[in-house]
C-alpha cells in the first residue's frame, strides 16, 4: 500500500548526486528522449535498455497522480489504529517465523533488528501483496520529461535502464506511480547500490524473493545511518506538569533527565538510563501518547519524511518486537482542515515559514505552533487546539 504525505522525499538522496545536466526537461518528447539515451548509453546500459526506452511513453495517469498527490490529515492515533491491523500484526509474526534464519542473517550482516524490516514490508505492500500497477519506466519517464519536480525523478532513470539491461527487472516491470519497485518499494538507485542476493540464486529479485526483499531492506536501511542493536522508540508516560519546550523528537537528552521530570515506563515504574539520548516526542500534545526516539527513529524519516507515517512504522515495529498496544490516553481536541488551514494562515501571516496552507500539520507548521505556544505562555506541545487557533 503506498502510503505518501511526500512520495517524492526519499528520492532526495538520489537527486543531490546527479549531474546538473539530467535535469533538463520537456520540448520534444522524442527529442528529450535521444538525449536521455545519450547519457544511458555514456554510463554503460546497452542496447536491451536503449530499446525499452525507446518504447517508453508518457502516461498520463502518473501526471494525473502526480497533480493530485493526497496528504492525509488523519491524527496519528486514527492513522496507526488503521495501518497497524491484526492482519499485519498475525502475518508479520509469521514471516518472522517463516524467514527467521534469513532475517538473523540480515541482522548479522546490517545490524538491522528483524522486526524493524518486517514492519516496512506490511506497511508498504502487504508484505508482497499490492506492488503497484503503474509501469515503471513509463512513470520515470513521465515524471521526467515533466518539468515540474524532474531533478527528483530523473536520477532514477538511468539506474532503472540499468537494471533493465542487465536482466534485473524486465522492460515491462510495474511497480508504484513514482517509481519504486519491489515488495518493500525500493529505488531504482537503491535496487541498483543496495540489492542483496538473498536466496543465492544469482539474481536479485525484489518482487518475488522474500529473502532479497530483506536482505537488501537491511540493507537501505543500515545506508540511512542506522546504529546497531539500539533502540529507535519506547512508549513512555509523561507526567501533567514538565518543561513542555524541552520535548520534540531533535532535543535528545539522557533518559536520566526525561526520568527527573517525572517522564516513566508507560506502567509507571522508574526509567532506566540505558546511555542513549533520546527525543520526547508528543504526537497529539502534552495529553496524548508520549515516545522516546533515539538516533534511529531518524532513519524511519529518511525513509518517508511524514512523521506520521514515521511514527507508525516505529510502533508496529515495536509491536512485532513483542510491545504491548500503545496507551492513546486523551489527547485535547484538535483543529479539523479547515480550521488547520486557518491556523497556518495566521501563521504565514506572522512571518513563519509553513511550507504550504494545506491543512496539514506537518514539520514546519509544528515549530511555528511550538514558538506560538511560548510566546503566548501555552504549554510548549506542538499541539494545534482551538485555544491556540483563538488567541492567534
Same mark, same amino acid.
Given at each position: ?18 549531474? /546538473?545536466?539530467?535535469?533538463?526537461? +520537456? ?18 546500459? !546497452? ?25 492525509? &490529515? ?31 542473517? /540480515? ?7 528483524? /522486526? ?19 509501469? %515503471? ?24 535502464? &540499468?537494471?533493465?539491461?542487465? +536482466? $534485473? ?12 519497485? #519491489? ?9 541498483? /547500490? ?7 540464486? #544469482? ?11 530483506? *536482505? ?11 546504529? =546497531? ?7 513512555? =508516560? ?30 509507571? $515504574? ?14 497529539? !500534545? ?21 512523521? %506520521?507515517?514515521?511514527? %507508525? ?26 480550521? *488547520? ?32 505556544? *511560548?510566546?503566548? !505562555? ?15
Amino acid at each position: 500500500m503506498r502510503l505518501r504525505v511526500d512520495i517524492l522525499a526519499a528520492l532526495v538522496l538520489g537527486a543531490l548526486a546527479w549531474p /546538473a545536466a539530467a535535469q533538463e526537461c +520537456g520540448g520534444d518528447f522524442e527529442t528529450w528522449k535521444q538525449g536521455v539515451a545519450a547519457e544511458a548509453k555514456a554510463a554503460g546500459v !546497452g542496447a536491451v535498455g536503449l530499446d525499452a526506452l525507446e518504447d517508453a511513453a508518457i502516461d498520463e495517469k502518473v501526471l494525473a497522480r502526480d497533480r493530485a498527490q493526497g496528504v492525509f &490529515t488523519q491524527t496519528f492515533t486514527e492513522f496507526s489504529n488503521r495501518m497497524i491491523s491484526a492482519y499485519r500484526l498475525k502475518q508479520g509474526a509469521a514471516n518472522l517465523k517463516k524467514y527467521a534464519d534469513v532475517f538473523a542473517r /540480515a541482522d548479522k550482516e546490517f545490524g538491522v533488528q528483524p /522486526a524493524v524490516i518486517t514492519a516496512f514490508w506490511g506497511l508498504e505492500t502487504d508484505f508482497g501483496a499490492v506492488q503497484g500497477d503503474f509501469h %515503471t519506466l513509463d512513470a520515470l519517464v513521465t515524471l521526467s520529461h515533466d518539468c515540474r519536480r524532474p531533478q527528483l525523478f530523473r536520477p532514477q532513470l538511468v539506474p532503472l535502464l &540499468t537494471l533493465i539491461d542487465r +536482466g $534485473t527487472v524486465p522492460a515491462d516491470v510495474k511497480g508504484a506511480w513514482a517509481g519504486e519497485i #519491489g515488495q518493500t518499494q525500493i529505488l531504482p538507485t537503491d535496487y541498483l /547500490a543496495r540489492g542483496v542476493d538473498g536466496d543465492g540464486n #544469482g539474481k536479485v529479485d525484489l518482487r518475488n524473493s522474500a529473502p532479497d526483499v530483506i *536482505m537488501t531492506t537491511a540493507d537501505k536501511i543500515l545506508s540511512r545511518g542506522w546504529k =546497531r542493536d539500539q533502540p529507535w522508540v519506547e512508549e513512555v =508516560r509523561v507526567p501533567d506538569e514538565m518543561p513542555w519546550d524541552q520535548t520534540g523528537r531533535t532535543n535528545k537528552l539522557p533518559l536520566s533527565q526525561w526520568a527527573q521530570w517525572g517522564v516513566t515506563n508507560p506502567n509507571g $515504574t522508574p526509567l532506566v538510563d540505558n546511555g542513549l539520548k533520546a527525543g520526547l516526542a508528543l504526537p497529539m !500534545g502534552r495529553k496524548g501518547p508520549a515516545f522516546l526516539t533515539y538516533d534511529n527513529f531518524d532513519v524511519y524519516l529518511e525513509w518517508n519524511q511524514s512523521f %506520521t507515517y514515521a511514527l %507508525t512504522a516505529a510502533v508496529l515495529a515495536s509491536r512485532l518486537a513483542g510491545a504491548p498496544q500503545f496507551d492513546p490516553r486523551t489527547p485535547e481536541p484538535g483543529l479539523n482542515g479547515d480550521q *488547520m488551514k486557518a491556523l497556518q494562515a495566521k501563521l504565514e501571516a506572522k512571518g513563519y515559514d509553513v511550507g504550504a496552507v494545506d491543512g496539514i500539520l506537518g514539520t514546519n507548521t509544528r515549530e511555528a505552533i511550538r514558538k506560538e505556544q *511560548m510566546r503566548l !505562555g501555552l504549554p510548549v506541545d506542538g499541539w494545534p487546539t482551538p485555544e491556540l487557533l483563538a488567541k492567534l
